[in-house]
């Protein structure tokens, strides 16, 4: 039995003596209490006090009260007008009585009741002075406060929505359904004001102002009414999914509940749209508001089609099987990371079946054929077989779920899929941050989202061989506790941990389900490698790519001490040839070479638009010749460098597309990919411009300095840059 020892502290005593019940003295116990103090009452003086920190002795003197404080061996006195205190008069009272100033002597309300008495002037009777200007000038303020008298109580609803939407932010439902409450009632007595005044407002022409924050105000409302039914829906679908042996009553309700939240998704959209067309304001706020409206109602309009694909998949009589991918981005792969376990999990009739974890090695330890590997991983890796946990060598991540089927067949006779995901390190993280410190009992460790890696690496390193279960066993207690602890985790903060993880390309998703797919590749969820294809409605655009990436085959986890940076120089000279210099640098802040730190042995590739000229390719400034090129749909280089521990690279590649501006006016697009599990990479982009040809506009914004466009960002994601250039 575990004993936990609490520190309870003593509270102070405080004894108060009165003959006279007077109306203050139940206010000062309250206040005393409120300051950790535990007030006693008694109408006579006992013989000792010493039991006592503070003692008040209160005391008729003619018609007005005399209280001496004592605290420990200090008196105070306060004298006091009159037999009632106020609030405020009792704080000064008890502040005086336990500072430890010099003062001795207090009085309350002398002064104020003295001259209150002495100067009462008499005045005469006032006359009334109403002249004409006078009336029109009452007429016409009355006129103006009657249609304008709306306007404050709208702004005090505005207020309360505001403070409503904060608690609903922190999942704090009841104060956010209190402050709802306040701002409906303002709202409700500003639109009737409002219905006084409004005929005039349309007389004159100026009605789509107030009529507009009204709306805006009745919207906001409702849109937080209906989060308020989403998150408690999100709730108790959360508490209900994983629940084993459901009754016909519980799916039943489960159903209602998806339905619900349908309904409440369909509903918020459409407020949430109507609030973005109503703000038609000028200014940088309000339009970056408009913006994240527009964002939530898309990200809504998507969730809206996943939850009822999940919705299909777990409530099928048929049961659908998807498997989950655990990738090390630490050991990172073109397709993700070293793939050290998977699991596969069954949805049927509204159960979610258990999560098996199985570890890779134990599955591929049972291939009896030969697949000849990736050159990569044979010469440099050193492994003449290709197995399951390296299957993921492309950087795309349907081909490879292809490749890991075959290799599910071969090795354990699995198949039949209607799905996968691949999860990083980094996304498990992610996830975590949702949930507080996970106790594992078996291992007698508490995982986080900071110490997750470190604690899992050492669990599955720790006296680690081929066939071991220590790896999935670690896994499963994580993943069974996170199952556990699920009822009591901010459904926002889980949500938002997924939707970063699958914006970063830390989790990918494939389905069989083709109308679902089309809405993971529109999302840029999938790890698609895409194929580059002009956005823009223009007969003139010239398309370029560029997606650069890494294959750690140094067999340890140098990434999680690898830091890259990326800067595309790009010329457009007067001829409107296009020309790049390609900059990646590398930092392996490693402290050694001792495993799982060490030597970052890398075998870069990038893919470029399939009609780029190679020019020079150079590591640290020497030149690479004998680098691996195919022209298939992209141009394709690839070539192995190492880096030192506290050592560093930089890579250089110059080329050219085959393809100049033309005349007149031209559309340019760059498509810009980014790795499954890579790290959010510094970019900087280098445009220079040729003297006859000028920028026109772009979909980024850019710095623009001595004839140079400069944009620094990040390759968090996928990104397509759109520039519009003329050509004289």
Not at 52 to 69: G, H, P
Not at 194 to 222: C, K, M, W
Not at 239 to 253: G, L, P
Not at 476 to 497: A, H
Request: charged fraction near 25%; include cysteine; proline fraction near 3%.
């Amino acid at each position: 039995m575990k004993y936990e020892t609490e520190i309870v502290q003593e509270k102070q005593k405080a004894l108060i003596v009165s003959e006279h019940n007077y109306n203050f003295i139940g206010l000062l116990k309250s206040k005393l209490k409120n300051n950790s103090v535990e007030p006693f009452f008694s109408s006579i003086r006992p013989k000792s006090i010493t039991r006592f920190d503070y003692c008040f002795f209160i005391t008729k003197k003619n018609k007005d009260v005399r209280i001496e404080a004592h605290n420990r061996d200090t008196v105070k006195t306060v004298d006091v007008a009159g037999s009632s205190l106020s609030d405020t008069e009792l704080d000064k009272i008890l502040w005086f009585s336990f500072s430890s100033g010099k003062e001795r002597y207090l009085k309350i309300n002398y002064l104020t009741k003295k001259e209150t008495v002495s100067t009462i002037k008499k005045v005469g009777p006032i006359k009334p002075h109403l002249t004409r200007n006078n009336l029109i000038m009452f007429i016409f303020s009355l006129i103006v406060f009657i249609h304008l008298i709306f306007a404050p109580f709208g702004l005090v609803s505005s207020f309360y929505i505001y403070r409503s939407l904060d608690n609903l932010r922190k999942e704090n439902i009841e104060n956010s359904e209190y402050f709802v409450s306040k701002a409906s009632l303002f709202n409700n007595i500003s639109k009737k004001l409002y219905s006084l005044s409004r005929p005039t407002f349309q007389t004159l022409g100026i009605s789509a102002f107030p009529d507009d924050f009204v709306e805006i105000n009745n919207h906001s409302i409702d849109a937080i009414l209906q989060s308020q039914v989403i998150v408690a829906n999100s709730k108790e679908i959360q508490r209900q999914i994983f629940k084993k042996n459901k009754s016909a009553a519980e799916k039943d309700d489960l159903k209602l509940r998806f339905k619900k939240l349908d309904s409440s998704l369909e509903q918020l959209a459409e407020d949430m749209a109507s609030i973005s067309q109503k703000l038609d304001l000028p200014f940088e706020k309000v339009k970056s508001l408009k913006k994240k409206l527009f964002e939530a109602s898309d990200l809504i309009s998507k969730s809206r089609r996943f939850m009822d694909y999940f919705e299909k998949a777990i409530s099928s009589e048929t049961p659908k099987n998807y498997l989950i991918f655990f990738a090390n981005n630490m050991e990172l792969r073109p397709g993700g990371g070293f793939i050290g376990s998977f699991a596969v999990v069954k949805l049927e009739d509204y159960e979610v079946g258990e999560l098996r974890v199985y570890d890779v090695y134990d599955a591929d330890g049972q291939l009896t054929a030969h697949v000849d590997p990736p050159k990569a991983i044979s010469k440099y890796l050193g492994v003449p077989h290709w197995f399951l946990r390296d299957s993921n060598f492309s950087p795309d991540f349907p081909t490879n779920y292809q490749k890991a089927l075959f290799f599910l067949e071969k090795e354990l006779g699995m198949s039949n899929f209607d799905g996968s995901v691949l999860i990083t390190t980094t996304s498990v993280e992610n996830i975590l941050s949702a949930f507080d410190n996970l106790y594992l009992p078996d291992y007698r460790e508490t995982i986080n989202a900071k110490n997750f890696y470190l604690k899992t690496q050492f669990q599955v390193e720790k006296n680690f061989f081929p066939g071991s279960t220590q790896k999935q066993t670690f896994l499963s207690s994580i993943v069974q506790q996170m199952i556990i602890n699920l009822e009591n985790v901010s459904t926002t903060k889980l949500l938002l941990g997924i939707k970063k993880s699958l914006d970063e390309k830390q989790m990918v998703v494939y389905s069989s389900d083709k109308n679902i797919q089309a809405l993971v590749d529109s999302s840029f969820w999938s790890g698609r490698v895409i194929e580059p294809k002009c956005l823009m409605d223009s007969e003139e655009c010239i398309i370029d790519y560029l997606f650069p990436y890494d294959a750690n085959v140094g067999a340890n986890k140098a990434n999680f001490f690898i830091n890259k940076s990326i800067y595309l120089k790009t010329l457009i000279d007067n001829d409107g040839k296009i020309n790049h210099q390609l900059l990646v640098k590398y930092e392996n802040s490693s402290p050694s070479e001792i495993f799982p730190t060490g030597y970052f042995r890398n075998y870069f590739q990038t893919l470029l638009s399939k009609n780029s000229i190679i020019k020079s390719v150079t590591v640290n400034g020497v030149s690479v010749d004998d680098y691996d090129e195919s022209n298939d749909n992209f141009k394709s280089i690839g070539f192995f460098f190492e880096i030192p521990p506290k050592g560093s690279a930089e890579i250089k590649i110059n080329y050219v597309l085959d393809k100049a501006i033309g005349k007149g006016k031209q559309i340019y697009q760059l498509t810009f990919q980014k790795q499954i599990g890579a790290g959010n990479s510094d970019l900087i982009l280098d445009f220079r411009l040729g003297n006859n040809i000028s920028l026109k506009n772009q979909n980024f914004s850019p710095l623009v300095k001595d004839g140079a466009i400069i944009y620094n960002t990040n390759l968090s994601t996928d990104k397509i840059f759109f520039i519009e250039l003329s050509n004289l």
